[in-house]
């Protein structure tokens, strides 16, 4: 339950006669109408108000809910006046004069959404307000009450103010001086709203209900007392329910991160030896480590791969935490190898070809292939992806999307000037590694510029990385997957 539903339950209570005890001394909500009833009978005798044809009695299926017996049903309209604003062409722009000696305010919605009746800059003259406008003067006491747009705002009029008129925009309440103000006012929101729900399937009205309707609203009135003891609960409430939506905006936040704070968590104790135990019988990283050495070598001495320069090695300050004594530390160009994408011109793009995979073709850790580039032109050994690559956006535009990645799962294919792939037979792991926050960090920092915006050989080849042996490798992989598809099913929550 959200802050916004809790007020709503609290005012529930409130309307039902649930949130205070009901005391016999107070009276009952009936006195109270029979003395509201001549209030306004005298209103009208001092043609403060006008006389309107009497409501329809109240009959029980209109009854929405139970009260306390001390409590009494009546109509909005029972309880006081309503006026809406005059129409525009009866208060058009062209009537608006500059403030002087002899004019009036016009006040309008801003004064009722923003409860101040200083704001505002239209003025009639006197005549015209003599003439045609003075049945729309406000008084103290009123309540002016925004009718369009933001609806149902209010503001009660206070004691000294800019003799003034509403405008189109609002409407005038002028209520019985035996009802309390903030109760009917705290009924008035909550009947408004509740109604606009009802009537519009969440999305807000637009404009007051129409008046006729508006008068025949149900009002539970209390003992005027009781009405008291209520507004005073309420507002003894509304503090902790201020900070209850606080506290619920913050869980509901935190909720929101933690499958992805779970998953950076997954991957950052999955790299640092901490995700599975480290068995004896899997051997050491170093033994891996020679093993790829002794396999690239062979395959210099075939011809079938360049000798590269050598890497420097691995300074203490390139070491950001522990690692398991069988895991070490080496660089990604020692266990494999790195390359940058095809450039192609946009007249060798076709409709049949060999497929360019980009940017756009990593969408949440995976290949997708509904957006396809082909070209037509002869495309280098060199540059095509074999199974189990790891594909990199390399270079892009936004700094958010560089060093996405994916494993390809299809042979056949190319990939674009700003991708690179890294292929290696620890490829599974180091995935994992490149989707991990120490990658972004290490390659991608925030601090010291905002523009490195791509990933270059050097750099990835350079970058230092923990090692694990192959097999404790492959159950890295596997626990990952096990915990990635509950942090996926959260997210979906």
Do not use: H
């Not at 049903?73 to 002899?102: E, I, M």
Request: overall charge neutral; some cysteine.
């Amino acid at each position: 339950m959200n802050a916004e539903s809790l007020k709503s339950s609290i005012l529930q209570l409130a309307i039902q006669g649930k949130l205070v005890e009901q005391r016999e001394e107070e009276g009952t909500g009936e006195e109270l109408f029979e003395k509201i009833k001549t209030e306004k009978e005298e209103m009208i005798k001092q043609k403060l108000i006008r006389k309107e044809k009497p409501f329809a009695e109240i009959m029980s299926d209109e009854i929405p809910y139970e009260i306390p017996s001390n409590w009494i049903w009546v109509r909005f309209g029972d309880l006081g006046s309503y006026r809406k604003g005059p129409f525009g062409s009866a208060l058009k722009k062209s009537l608006f004069v500059p403030k002087g000696k002899n004019t009036v305010k016009v006040y309008e919605q801003k004064n009722a959404i923003y409860k101040d009746v200083n704001i505002g800059e239209y003025y009639i003259t006197q005549d015209y307000f003599e003439d045609k406008m003075k049945n729309f003067e406000l008084a103290t006491g009123d309540v002016i009450v925004s009718c369009a747009g933001t609806i149902g705002e209010t503001y009660v009029m206070p004691e000294k103010f800019e003799r003034g008129i509403i405008n189109q925009a609002l409407m005038q309440m002028k209520l019985m001086p035996s009802l309390n103000i903030d109760y009917f006012l705290m009924y008035f929101d909550f009947i408004l709203k509740k109604t606009a729900r009802e009537k519009s399937k969440g999305s807000a009205i637009k404009n007051i209900p129409p008046f006729a309707e508006l008068k025949n609203y149900l009002v539970p009135i209390p003992p005027l007392a009781e009405q008291k003891r209520i507004v005073e609960r309420i507002e003894e409430l509304m503090p902790y329910v201020e900070r209850y939506g606080k506290a619920y905006e913050e869980v509901t936040e935190l909720n929101k991160n933690f499958p992805v704070e779970m998953e950076k968590s997954i991957l950052q104790y999955a790299i640092q030896g901490k995700l599975v135990e480290q068995r004896d019988e899997e051997g050491t990283a170093e033994d891996l480590y020679k093993q790829i050495q002794l396999e690239k070598e062979k395959l210099i001495e075939e011809g079938k791969a360049r000798r590269q320069k050598k890497l420097p090695e691995i300074k203490e300050n390139e070491i950001t935490f522990d690692i398991p004594d069988t895991w070490k530390w080496v660089r990604l160009g020692e266990i494999g190898e790195t390359n940058i994408g095809l450039t192609y011109k946009k007249s060798d793009i076709s409709e049949s070809g060999t497929t360019v995979l980009r940017s756009s073709n990593i969408q949440n850790g995976f290949l997708d292939y509904n957006d396809i580039v082909k070209v037509s032109s002869d495309v280098p050994e060199n540059k095509m992806c074999e199974v189990g690559d790891i594909l990199i956006c390399a270079r892009n535009g936004s700094k958010r999307l560089v060093g996405k990645a994916a494993l390809i799962n299809k042979s056949g294919m190319s990939f674009g000037a700003f991708m690179a792939i890294y292929r290696s037979i620890c490829n599974y792991y180091l995935l994992y590694v490149i989707n991990s926050s120490y990658f972004r960090k290490t390659m991608l920092p925030d601090a010291g510029t905002t523009t490195i915006n791509q990933i270059t050989q050097g750099r990835l080849r350079n970058l230092a990385i923990p090692l694990p042996p192959l097999a404790e490798q492959r159950r890295i992989v596997a626990r990952i997957e096990e915990l990635l598809e509950y942090t996926g099913n959260l997210k979906e929550e």
